[in-house]
């Protein structure tokens, strides 16, 4: 109940802050979109820009080419040399960040809304005139080859979820990690670099989020000042690669120092904003969100057949997988975690799940949502994220609704659909001591 009323309460003051008609658009002749949310609760601005560029734009040779731009965009360009991007940016009193993902690669700036005309100055020099000096470039490939090898060493999920990327999807682009190959990243030529760039750095393909403490009209002067003249290129090639269906389980198992085994379980289904996204969303939540969740509660809590459990199905234009992964704990075979998660996942389908399991989900859902429109960093994230992933921003100021249509048989039917022995691949991660 007193989350029931915390929700009123936020839907009554924070969300209401923020409408669909606060927001305003245009287009510049370029084709790069604008998207703006004044808001001047605090003397501050962000501008995320959401490229639609990520390790699915790839192919065999050039693998990770998405990520490595992530790092080049910090090295210098024409008028803001080599270090001086972070240099201007702190001067003004700003911070920064970046990601790539399989689908996008996204840059955010931070600042004093004093400084936005030297954002955009920052960011439009960055975007015309990367520099691809020799050194440099050769300076990052060995930074990102350094992350790739500690990422494998550190995180036992990327060990084992490379792989079973691989043979989950056999032919669509989300085959290869985001990171990439080893032997790729080290033979990337530097025209790969150029043209890549030229293609997936256009205005055209590119949504800006600018919220905060700013001006419609000002923002629109300076984007046409500094955003348009950069010229637009040809749209890039589509992805119009299909997985094909699974039709028979999938199995594999690799080997590493660990101390127990680790079990992934992987799972086809439907792409970010799809019929059944809601309920998908839902069903993530009611697995594994806190410690009173499906799969916490019955291996790490009742039966303790497992240390840590977390289900992740990532944001994604295309189809793409719902991943389970868990740690077994001391002395227990992955057989026995694989089978546990399996009786949990059979009980959803059959049984579906407890009026109050879908409302606390519901709870949860709606609270992450509201929490993430309390600042204008996370309005600008959500507003760009719905632009891409759900095609219009505005579909934003319908999700709370959405969530709370999903009926306790819309989850049940989401399991039985998807949660099949011929839609999965199962990883194993096991001790080096088994290989022997």
């Given at each position: 109940m007193r989350i029931l009323i915390l929700l009123f309460l936020f839907t009554a003051t924070s969300f209401a802050q923020t409408k669909l008609e606060d927001i305003k658009t245009f287009?510049?002749?370029?084709?790069?979109?604008?998207?703006i949310l004044e808001?001047?609760?605090?003397?501050?601005?962000?501008?995320?820009?959401?490229?639609?560029?990520g390790s699915?734009?790839?192919?065999?040779?050039?693998?990770?080419?998405?990520?490595?731009?992530?790092?080049?965009m910090f090295n210098g360009a024409k008028k803001y040399g080599p270090k001086v991007f972070?240099?201007?940016?702190?001067?003004?009193?700003?911070?920064n960040n970046a990601y790539t993902t399989e689908n996008v690669t996204v840059y955010t700036d931070w600042f004093p809304?004093?400084?936005?005309?030297?954002?955009?100055?920052?960011?439009?020099?960055?975007i015309q005139n990367l520099n691809f000096n020799d050194k440099l470039v050769e300076s990052e490939r060995g930074v990102i080859l350094s992350e790739r090898s500690t990422g494998l060493e550190n995180s036992n999920f990327e060990f084992l979820n490379q792989p079973l990327l691989g043979v989950a999807m056999t032919a669509h682009p989300y085959h290869w990690p985001v990171i990439g190959y080893e032997s790729d990243i080290k033979n990337w030529s530097k025209k790969?670099?150029?043209?890549?760039?030229?293609?997936?750095?256009?205005?055209?393909?590119c949504v800006a989020v600018i919220s905060g403490d700013v001006r419609p009209e000002e923002v629109r002067h300076l984007a046409e000042k500094y955003f348009e003249p950069i010229p637009p290129q040809d749209p890039p090639r589509k992805i119009h690669t299909v997985e094909p269906e699974q039709l028979g389980e999938k199995r594999l198992t690799v080997y590493k120092a660990v101390s127990t085994p680790n079990v992934m379980v992987a799972y086809h289904v439907p792409q970010t904003g799809s019929e059944d996204f809601y309920a998908l969303d839902l069903l993530n939540s009611i697995l594994s969100e806190g410690k009173s969740s499906r799969l916490y509660n019955a291996l790490v809590d009742k039966k303790q057949l497992a240390t840590e459990v977390f289900t992740y199905t990532p944001q994604a234009f295309d189809p793409f997988l719902m991943f389970i992964y868990a740690v077994a704990s001391n002395d227990i075979k992955a057989e026995a975690l694989e089978e546990a998660i399996y009786s949990e996942l059979d009980k959803i389908s059959k049984e579906g799940v407890t009026d109050s399991e879908l409302q606390k989900a519901k709870n949860q859902k709606l609270m992450e949502f509201y929490h993430s429109m309390e600042t204008i960093n996370g309005k600008a994230n959500s507003i760009g994220t719905y632009e891409l992933f759900f095609g219009?921003?505005?579909?934003?100021?319908?999700?709370?609704?959405?969530?709370?249509?999903v009926t306790n048989e819309d989850i049940k039917r989401a399991a039985s659909k998807y949660f099949r022995p011929t839609n999965r691949t199962v990883g194993f991660l096991q001790p080096e001591k088994e290989n022997k």
């Open positions: 287009t510049l002749k370029n084709g790069m979109k604008i998207i808001d001047h609760s605090i003397p501050n601005a962000n501008m995320y820009l959401f490229w639609r560029v699915r734009n790839e192919y065999p040779g050039i693998t990770g080419i998405s990520h490595f731009f992530e790092h080049m972070d240099q201007v940016m702190e001067f003004n009193g700003g911070a809304s004093n400084a936005l005309k030297t954002i955009f100055d920052l960011e439009s020099d960055r790969d670099l150029q043209n890549y760039f030229k293609t997936y750095y256009a205005p055209n393909n219009d921003y505005a579909k934003l100021f319908s999700a709370p609704d959405d969530y709370n249509k």
